[in-house]
C-alpha cells in the first residue's frame, strides 16, 4: 500500500471490521438512542426545538434521519458511520501526505484516524460525524498551503461551519486555522487577511441558511434557545468527581485504546515545536507551517475536550484528526527503520497496534452478548414488552427518565417535546451525581411549563415513571422534586396495576380524578399538525 488510492479498499475493510458490533447490536449507546427517537419524530412531522428538543445542532438530526426511512431499523446509520469514518480517514491521509511530504505517511495517517477512534465502541456519536466535514476542511487548508487556492479556503470554512451544524465543537478547530493562519502570516510576513476572512465567512454560511430555514418556520427562537445558549450553560456546570473521570478517560481512551496513536502524534507535535522558529520565516515551506498547524489544533482540542468536565470516551474522537495529521510522520520513520530493531521492540510494537483493535471489537462485542446497552437493559426491554402488548401502535407515551431507549422498545412515539427529561433539573447525567446533591436547586421553570403544556395540550395516552427502575440511576430525579407536575399526572393520569420492569405506569383518565385540578396550560393550545402516524 504504497499510495492512498490503493489504501482505501483495506481502510473500508478495517472500518467495517472494527464497527461490526454496531451492525450486530443496533443502538449501542444513549444518544443513539435519541438521535434516533428524534429523528423518527420528525420523519413523522415533528419540527426539532419545538415538537421534539435537544441541544445537538440540526444537522445531527438530519443524519440519522435513514434510522426512520428504514422502520424499525438501526442499520442504515451504522451503514452511514462506516462511510463517514473510511472518508475521514482517507481525507486525513490526503491532509497528511502534504504534511510530511510522503505518500506512504498519508496511508500511516488513514489508519492511524481508525486507531485514534478505538477509544469509543462502535457507536454513531456526533463527533464521527463531525469529523468527516473537518477532515474535508482540514484537507483543503492543506492543500491552499502550497497554492494561492481562495476558493479552497472558502470551501474548508463551510464544511467546518457544517461540522459545526452537526457538533458545536467544530467552532474550535477554524478557531485553530484561523489563530495558525494569523500568527504564520504576522510573524512570518505572508499574507494572512484574505485567508482568515474566507475561513469565517465560509464557516458563517450555513449557520446564516440554517437559521433562516428556523425563522421561516416561526422557530428561530427555539433553535436559539436549544442549540446556543443551552450549550453554554451545560459546558459551564458538571458534578461528581473530575478529576476521576479524566484519570479514566486517560487511562481508556489513551493509553488502553490508542497507545500508537498517541505516542507517534506527541512525537509529531514534539518536531512542530522543534521546527517553530522555521515555521515563522517568510521562507518557510508549507510542510513546515501544516505540522505547527496541526499541533495547535492538538492543543485546542484539549478545551471542548475538557468542558463541563465530563470526559466521555465519544469526546476523544474529536481528537481524530490531529493524531492522524502529527502521527503521520514519525511512525512512517520508525517503520523505515523497523529492520534495524531488535525482535523484542518488533513484538511490542505489533502488540500496541494489534491488542487495542482486538480490545475494542472484543470488548463490543462481549458487551453485546451479555446484553449491556441500553437496547438490551432488562427493565427496558419488559417495558417495551408489555406496552407492545397493551397499548394501541398509535398511542404516545411521556417517558419520567433518562432513557429514550424505552420509546424504541415500545415503538411508541413521545408524547412531549422531551425524549429525556434530566432537562427539568439541571441536564445532569444522573450516573455523575450522588444522593446528596439537591437538585432543586437547578430546577428549570421553562422545561417544566412546557412539559405542563404538552401533557394537556398533546394528552398522551400513557406516562412511564422510570424513578422505581433506576434505568440510568433515575432514582436521584423523583417527580416527588417538582410538585405540580407531580400533582398535574397524579390528576390526568392514573397507575395500572402492571410494573413492567419495576416501572409505574400510568393510562390517561377519562374522567379528572376527584379533588384534583386538570394540568392547565400556561398558554393556548397551538394548532395541532398532522404527523405521518395520525
Given at each position: 500500500?504504497?499510495?492512498?488510492r490503493?489504501?482505501?479498499?483495506?481502510?473500508?475493510?478495517?472500518?467495517?471490521?472494527?464497527?461490526?458490533p454496531?451492525?450486530?447490536?443496533?443502538?449501542?449507546?444513549?444518544?443513539?438512542?435519541?438521535?434516533?427517537?428524534i429523528?423518527?419524530a420528525?420523519?413523522?412531522?415533528?419540527?426539532?426545538?419545538r415538537?421534539?428538543?435537544?441541544?445537538?445542532?440540526?444537522?445531527?438530526?438530519?443524519?440519522?434521519?435513514?434510522?426512520?426511512?428504514?422502520g424499525?431499523?438501526?442499520?442504515p446509520?451504522q451503514t452511514?458511520?462506516v462511510l463517514?469514518?473510511?472518508?475521514?480517514?482517507?481525507?486525513?491521509?490526503?491532509?497528511?501526505?502534504?504534511?510530511?511530504?510522503s505518500p506512504?505517511?498519508?496511508?500511516?495517517?488513514?489508519?492511524?484516524?481508525?486507531?485514534?477512534?478505538?477509544?469509543?465502541?462502535?457507536?454513531?456519536?456526533?463527533?464521527l460525524?463531525?469529523?468527516?466535514?473537518?477532515?474535508?476542511?482540514?484537507?483543503?487548508?492543506?492543500?491552499?498551503?502550497d497554492?494561492?487556492?481562495?476558493?479552497?479556503?472558502l470551501?474548508?470554512?463551510?464544511?467546518?461551519?457544517?461540522?459545526?451544524?452537526?457538533?458545536h465543537?467544530?467552532?474550535?478547530?477554524?478557531?485553530?486555522?484561523?489563530g495558525?493562519?494569523?500568527?504564520?502570516?504576522?510573524?512570518?510576513?505572508?499574507?494572512w487577511?484574505?485567508?482568515?476572512?474566507?475561513l469565517a465567512v465560509?464557516?458563517t454560511?450555513?449557520?446564516?441558511?440554517?437559521l433562516?430555514?428556523?425563522q421561516s418556520?416561526?422557530?428561530s427562537?427555539?433553535?436559539?434557545?436549544?442549540?446556543?445558549?443551552?450549550?453554554?450553560?451545560y459546558?459551564?456546570?458538571?458534578?461528581?468527581?473530575?478529576?476521576?473521570?479524566l484519570a479514566?478517560?486517560?487511562?481508556?481512551?489513551?493509553?488502553?485504546?490508542?497507545?500508537?496513536a498517541?505516542w507517534?502524534a506527541?512525537?509529531?507535535?514534539?518536531?512542530?515545536v522543534?521546527?517553530v522558529a522555521?515555521?515563522?520565516?517568510?521562507?518557510?515551506t508549507?510542510?513546515?507551517?501544516l505540522r505547527?498547524?496541526?499541533?495547535l489544533?492538538?492543543?485546542?482540542?484539549?478545551?471542548p475536550?475538557?468542558?463541563?468536565?465530563r470526559?466521555y470516551e465519544?469526546?476523544?474522537?474529536?481528537f481524530v484528526p490531529p493524531?492522524?495529521?502529527?502521527?503521520?510522520?514519525?511512525?512512517?520513520?520508525a517503520?523505515?527503520?523497523?529492520?534495524?530493531?531488535?525482535?523484542?521492540?518488533?513484538?511490542?510494537?505489533?502488540?500496541?497496534?494489534?491488542?487495542p483493535?482486538?480490545?475494542?471489537?472484543?470488548?463490543?462485542t462481549?458487551?453485546?452478548?451479555?446484553h449491556?446497552?441500553?437496547?438490551?437493559?432488562?427493565?427496558?426491554?419488559?417495558?417495551g414488552?408489555?406496552?407492545?402488548?397493551?397499548?394501541?401502535?398509535?398511542?404516545?407515551?411521556?417517558?419520567?427518565?433518562?432513557?429514550?431507549?424505552?420509546?424504541?422498545?415500545?415503538d411508541r412515539?413521545?408524547?412531549?417535546?422531551?425524549?429525556?427529561?434530566?432537562?427539568?433539573?439541571?441536564?445532569?447525567?444522573?450516573?455523575h451525581?450522588?444522593?446528596?446533591?439537591?437538585?432543586?436547586?437547578?430546577?428549570?421553570?421553562?422545561d417544566?411549563?412546557?412539559?405542563l403544556?404538552?401533557?394537556?395540550?398533546r394528552?398522551?395516552e400513557?406516562?412511564i415513571?422510570?424513578?422505581?427502575t433506576?434505568?440510568?440511576?433515575?432514582?436521584?430525579?423523583?417527580l416527588?422534586?417538582?410538585?405540580?407536575?407531580?400533582?398535574?399526572?397524579?390528576?390526568?393520569?392514573?397507575?395500572v396495576?402492571a410494573?413492567?420492569?419495576?416501572?409505574?405506569?400510568l393510562?390517561?383518565?377519562?374522567?379528572?380524578?376527584?379533588g384534583?385540578?386538570?394540568?392547565?396550560?400556561?398558554?393556548?393550545?397551538?394548532?395541532a399538525?398532522?404527523h405521518?402516524?395520525e
Open positions: 500500500m504504497r499510495s492512498l490503493s489504501a482505501a479498499p483495506w481502510v473500508v475493510l478495517a472500518t467495517v471490521l472494527i464497527r461490526l454496531g451492525f450486530a447490536f443496533g443502538i449501542l449507546g444513549s444518544d443513539d438512542a435519541d438521535f434516533t427517537v429523528a423518527r420528525m420523519a413523522q412531522g415533528a419540527l426539532p426545538y415538537e421534539v428538543v435537544d441541544i445537538k445542532p440540526p444537522l445531527t438530526f438530519v443524519c440519522y434521519l435513514p434510522n426512520a426511512w428504514f424499525v431499523a438501526y442499520w446509520v452511514e458511520a463517514f469514518v473510511a472518508a475521514t480517514a482517507l481525507a486525513l491521509g490526503a491532509a497528511a501526505e502534504r504534511t510530511w511530504r506512504r505517511a498519508g496511508v500511516l495517517a488513514a489508519f492511524l484516524a481508525l486507531a485514534a477512534g478505538l477509544c469509543e465502541a462502535p457507536t454513531v456519536s456526533t463527533e460525524l463531525m469529523n468527516l466535514p473537518t477532515a474535508l476542511a482540514l484537507a483543503l487548508y492543506a492543500r491552499g498551503s497554492e494561492r487556492r481562495p476558493g479552497d479556503d470551501l474548508a470554512g463551510f464544511l467546518l461551519g457544517l461540522a459545526a451544524l452537526i457538533r465543537q467544530a467552532v474550535f478547530s477554524l478557531g485553530a486555522l484561523g495558525a493562519t494569523l500568527a504564520l502570516g504576522i510573524w512570518g510576513r505572508r499574507p487577511l484574505l485567508r482568515c476572512a474566507l465560509g464557516f454560511v450555513p449557520w446564516v441558511a440554517m433562516g430555514v428556523f418556520l416561526g422557530a427562537d427555539d433553535m436559539i434557545d436549544w442549540v446556543i445558549l443551552r450549550n453554554l450553560r459546558v459551564s456546570q458538571n458534578a461528581g468527581s473530575t478529576t476521576l473521570r479514566q478517560a486517560l487511562a481508556v481512551c489513551v493509553l488502553a485504546a490508542a497507545p500508537v498517541w507517534s506527541l512525537c509529531g507535535a514534539r518536531t512542530a522543534r521546527e522555521a515555521a515563522f520565516r517568510p521562507d518557510a508549507g510542510d513546515v507551517r505547527f498547524t496541526w499541533a489544533l492538538l492543543l485546542v482540542s484539549c478545551v475536550v475538557s468542558l463541563g468536565g470526559f465519544h469526546y476523544f474522537l474529536q493524531i492522524a495529521l502529527l502521527g503521520a510522520g514519525p511512525l512512517d520513520a517503520l523505515s527503520g523497523i529492520g534495524a530493531r531488535s525482535r523484542v521492540w518488533r513484538v511490542a510494537l505489533a502488540a500496541a497496534v494489534f491488542v483493535v482486538l480490545g475494542s471489537v472484543g470488548y463490543a462481549v458487551r453485546g452478548l451479555v449491556r446497552y441500553p437496547l438490551q437493559n432488562e427493565k427496558v426491554e419488559d417495558i414488552r408489555w406496552i407492545r402488548a397493551n397499548t394501541a401502535p398509535s398511542d404516545r407515551l411521556f417517558v419520567w427518565g433518562h432513557t429514550s431507549a424505552v420509546y424504541l422498545a415500545a412515539t413521545p408524547g412531549t417535546r422531551y425524549v429525556t427529561t434530566s432537562w427539568h433539573l439541571g441536564n445532569f447525567d444522573p450516573e451525581i450522588d444522593d446528596r446533591t439537591d437538585l432543586r436547586a437547578f430546577r428549570s421553570e421553562r417544566v411549563n412546557q412539559t403544556d404538552d401533557l394537556s395540550c394528552k398522551p400513557w406516562i415513571d422510570t424513578t422505581p433506576d434505568i440510568h440511576a433515575w432514582h436521584r430525579m423523583p416527588s422534586l417538582l410538585p405540580e407536575l407531580e400533582s398535574a399526572i397524579e390528576a390526568g393520569w392514573e397507575p396495576a410494573t413492567p420492569g419495576g416501572a409505574r405506569i393510562r390517561r383518565r377519562s374522567t379528572p380524578a376527584a384534583s385540578a386538570t394540568p392547565i396550560p400556561a398558554k393556548a393550545c397551538p394548532p399538525r398532522r405521518a402516524s
